[in-house]
């Protein structure tokens, strides 16, 4: 299995503002993804961290948005961007490895923006 | 298109009752099935998965579920609740080889004294 830390755990912002979350994996991996979980909710795919290139952004979601790097395989981050209340929720990165087809998850970004 | 369904956004029982939490999922592929536990302010750990061979799945915590391809469900049990299983259930569906999860509302397994 993998080994995800997912920094920072919390934060509270002002609107207008930014925050970058950041996602190490122990290991190298082949996906990482990055999840949206607003209060009592299911999870909502935001994009797919592709290593070396663009990421790929679900409907709904754009870059300008939600910047999302992968310089190397076990690293990647999420930027939230000119947040709004709106933007509160809890931010997930997973990762998996070709070949194994399972998700293993951060323990979470819970953000409040005021 | 894949897409699942969880019955019963909460669920209630007694500690030492049998938990049964429901998936049901539709899919145009044999899929791949997974149960995910999220405790209060944690990720998501992995509980069970089911891809291909034996249908019945044996997971972490005393858990299982069975596939059954007829019914097209995926339901997760355990024969005795404890009070540490309260939490939110999750069940997923994936297209092998696909890495992206189709993931259900989710369940809260609330465990009465």
């Known amino acids: 299995s993998a080994v995800i830390s997912q920094k920072p755990s919390r934060d509270i912002c002002q609107r207008g503002t930014s925050l970058t979350i950041q996602c190490q994996v122990d290991s190298q991996v082949t996906m990482m993804f990055w999840y949206r979980q607003q209060p009592g909710q299911s999870l909502t795919l935001i994009a797919t961290?592709?290593?070396?290139?663009?990421?790929?952004?679900e409907s709904g979601f754009v870059i300008d948005k939600f910047p999302i790097s992968r310089p190397n395989l076990t690293f990647s981050t999420l930027t939230v961007s000119n947040m709004s209340p709106e933007d509160s929720s809890i931010y997930l990165c997973?990762?998996?490895?070709?070949?194994?087809?399972?998700?293993?998850f951060g323990a979470g970004t819970r953000l409040s923006v005021l | 298109a894949q897409s699942v369904t969880q019955l019963g956004s909460h669920v209630s029982v007694s500690e030492g009752a049998l938990v049964l939490l429901r998936c049901n999922y539709s899919?145009?592929?044999?899929?791949?099935l997974f149960w995910y536990v999220q405790y209060p302010n944690q990720g998501l750990q992995l509980l069970l998965k089911y891809t291909t061979g034996a249908t019945l799945v044996k997971g972490i915590n005393g858990f299982e579920a069975e596939f059954k391809k007829s019914e097209t469900s995926f339901h997760l049990t355990k024969p005795s609740a404890h009070m540490s299983d309260a939490a939110e259930y999750f069940c997923a569906v994936s297209e092998p080889g696909n890495y992206q999860l189709i993931w259900g509302a989710g369940t809260k397994l609330i465990i009465k004294p």
């Open positions: 899919s145009s592929v044999p899929p791949y």
């Open positions: 961290a592709n290593q070396g290139s663009e990421a790929t952004y």
């Open positions: 997973s990762a998996a490895t070709r070949g194994k087809n399972i998700q293993y």
